[in-house]
């Protein structure tokens, strides 16, 4: 079945400094790929969507110059947290879909702690 | 735009129960409405989802109803096991070409007891 990895899978940073985290697919193409935030104990909310080739489409309220996503190929996106401050401390999860009618699969998310 | 609203937001039962979380969506054109399963430390894993052409759709213990009419489905799931112990996430979006924009619930975080 569809695979979706996603690295590191914890990360601990400074404030201040840029954090990179990054989502394969790794047994399809993924044309499109999503990235969510999820507080604790709270819903996923997405964040924005990555298109390979083309910028990110983001959802109200995200800062775009905050959180840098980047789709350079089919397999590959990535989410760069710029100058991260502890209130961006959360858990990121990627998700990808194998075609545009299939399902979207999670990877395993990111937890970054900013201290 | 969307809403999607889940309860309860806890459920506790004994192993061999069955658990039921259920789901209401504001939007009626919504029409695809999966289910995902998320452990501790990890991302959400798809569990069963249903279109709306369909008003029930079962895989093995676990199976999804769905009624457009009153706008809301659940889940069901049958003979639970400690493994089963997790929060379940309901969503809901206008359609698979449209999951950018799947609108999830507030979770629901089950207990199986041995």
């Known amino acids: 079945g569809a695979v979706v990895s996603q690295h590191p899978s914890w990360v601990i940073c400074k404030s201040g400094t840029s954090v990179k985290i990054e989502c394969r697919s790794l047994d399809f193409q993924a044309t499109t790929m999503f990235w969510y935030r999820q507080f604790p104990k709270q819903s996923l909310m997405l964040m924005a969507t990555?298109?390979?080739?083309?910028?990110?489409?983001?959802e109200q309220g995200v800062e775009k110059d905050k959180f840098l996503i980047n789709h350079a190929s089919l397999t590959l996106s990535t989410l760069t947290v710029t100058s991260a401050h502890p209130e961006d401390s959360s858990f990121y999860i990627c998700s990808a879909r194998w075609t545009e009618n299939s399902p979207l699969h999670f990877g395993n998310g990111t937890r970054l702690t900013v201290t | 735009g969307e809403n999607v609203e889940q309860h309860p937001s806890t459920l506790s039962v004994q192993e061999g129960d069955s658990a039921v979380i259920k789901c209401t969506y504001s939007?009626?054109?919504?029409?695809?409405f999966p289910w995902y399963k998320q452990e501790l430390g990890k991302g959400p894993q798809l569990i069963i989802d249903i279109r709306s052409n369909v008003g029930e759709k079962k895989d093995q213990r676990i199976a999804v109803t769905l009624n457009k009419t009153a706008k809301h489905f659940s889940l069901h799931i049958t003979e639970t096991q400690p493994e089963d112990s997790a929060v379940y996430f309901c969503a809901a979006s206008r359609g698979l070409m449209d999951t950018d924009k799947l609108i999830f619930g507030t979770g629901t975080r089950l207990q199986v007891f041995p």
């Open positions: 939007d009626s054109a919504s029409n695809y």
């Open positions: 990555s298109n390979e080739g083309s910028k990110a489409t983001y």
